[in-house]
Each structure stands twice: as structure tokens, then as C-alpha cells.
């Protein structure tokens, strides 16, 4: 497949674990993803309740338009940690690949 795509978001839990695989390679729906063609890829890594994932994406795509995509996803961290101070609710989602790239 080729998505020749700059972002691809996986919005749902714990979709950042993968499966080690011969050679220390961490396999999964994010390596599938970069092999595919995107750039960059924002994962999971646990279960986070809707609401302040719903915020975060949200407000990710919101600072997108300025920023480069890893700058938007720590502007949006940080607005999760105002309204949601847990690490449970802001730490799981983690971009991967290339964060200096920035929308169209």
C-alpha cells in the first residue's frame, strides 16, 4: 500500500503496542503505517477515557495548522494537563516518525 501520507492519527487505545520481532524491530499498526508511506503517526499507548482524548485530538489539529506536528501535539499535552493533571489522561499518545513536518 502507499498512502503518501504526512500524518496519520490512530484514535483509538493502546494502538502504539506492537510485537518484538527478530532483530529487536518492534512490529504493528504504527510500523505498518511509516511503511506505507506517512511521515508521522501519533499512537497510544493504554486505555484513556474519551473525553480528554477527544480534547487532545481536537486541540492537535487546531495547532497544527501553526505548528509543526510535534509542537501541536505537546501544545495540546499541555492543555490536557490544565484540565486533566493525571499523566493517565495526556502521557500515552506519542507521535512517531517525523514531528518536524506540518500540514498542508
Given at each position: 500500500m502507499n498512502l503518501n501520507s504526512?500524518?496519520?492519527e490512530l484514535n483509538a487505545?493502546?494502538?502504539g503496542l506492537g510485537n518484538?520481532?527478530?532483530g529487536?524491530?518492534?512490529g504493528g499498526l504504527c510500523r505498518a503505517f511509516l511503511f506505507a508511506?506517512?511521515?508521522s503517526v501519533i499512537v497510544?499507548?493504554?486505555s484513556v477515557a474519551d473525553s480528554p482524548a477527544s480534547v487532545l485530538i481536537t486541540n492537535f489539529y487546531k495547532y497544527a495548522e501553526d505548528h509543526h506536528f510535534r509542537e501541536a501535539?505537546?501544545?495540546a499535552q499541555k492543555d490536557i494537563?490544565?484540565?486533566y493533571p493525571s499523566l493517565l489522561y495526556w502521557s500515552p499518545f506519542i507521535l512517531i516518525g517525523n514531528g518536524r513536518t506540518v500540514a498542508d
Open positions: 504526512k500524518f496519520v487505545c493502546q494502538t518484538l520481532e527478530q529487536d524491530e518492534l508511506g506517512s511521515s497510544s499507548f493504554w501535539l505537546i501544545l494537563i490544565k484540565l
